[in-house]
């Protein structure tokens, strides 16, 4: 962190304690808890390869990460897809974050890549259908418009648990706090 910046903090930027850390058969699993407010969070991840012949994979841990590793033969015009599943899971939304986390994972698996994909492109569909707009006027104004619609909708959440961070999920500054004029920052 820049100790010049005013709006980080100038002590250590360690804001996670890893409580438990686990390989799991494709990918990993990590809890840990936050310093200040001691609020559990959960990482989860899983690989699925297909395509591969001969396929030589693992998951190893190294000091407070898990890493994994996959290869595979593969001749001109074959094709091998790696797709990467993470789950996130918090004590606020849940009580027993590494089994939600567990939970969540199976159905994602079992659910398969290609589901989130259509899901997502609906989704957005549906977004834009309902908020688009057009102005007529200066050149590029859509495109920016449109950008910062899609920042927003990046940033906010659909709980109540949470708001609209300043530097929404852009930046470290302001570490993820909300302020009071959270209105201001939207405004834009």
């Known amino acids: 962190s820049n100790p010049d910046d005013p709006r980080m903090a100038a002590q250590s930027d360690t804001y996670l304690v890893l409580k438990k850390l686990e390989k799991t058969d494709c990918g990993s699993l990590a809890v840990c808890v936050t310093k200040n407010s001691g609020l559990e969070v959960c990482s989860m991840t899983a690989h699925v ?12 841990t190294e000091k407070e990460s898990a890493v994994y590793h996959a290869s595979s ?19 606020i939304r849940r009580k027993d ?9 199976m159905q994602a698996e079992s659910k398969g890549i290609d589901y ?3 899901a997502q492109s609906e989704y957005m569909e549906h977004f834009w259908h309902s908020s688009e707009m057009t102005i007529d006027g200066a050149d590029g ?9 899609y920042e927003l909708l990046q940033s906010a959440s659909n709980d109540c648990h ?3 961070a300043a ?13 009071w004029d959270t209105e201001m920052f939207i405004l834009p």
């Open 97 to 105: 974050v590494a089994e939600a986390a567990k939970h969540d994972m």
């Open 167 to 179: 530097k929404g999920l852009s930046g470290e500054g302001y570490e993820g706090h909300y302020f």
């Open 116 to 118: 989130y994909y259509q």
């Open 141 to 149: 104004i859509n495109d920016s418009v449109s950008f910062n619609m």
């Open 73 to 91: 033969e593969i001749c001109r015009g074959e094709k091998v897809t790696l797709v990467k599943y993470t789950i996130l899971t918090d004590s």
């Open 49 to 60: 390869l297909s395509g591969a012949v001969r396929p030589r994979t693992g998951v190893r």
């Open 162 to 164: 949470s708001n609209i």
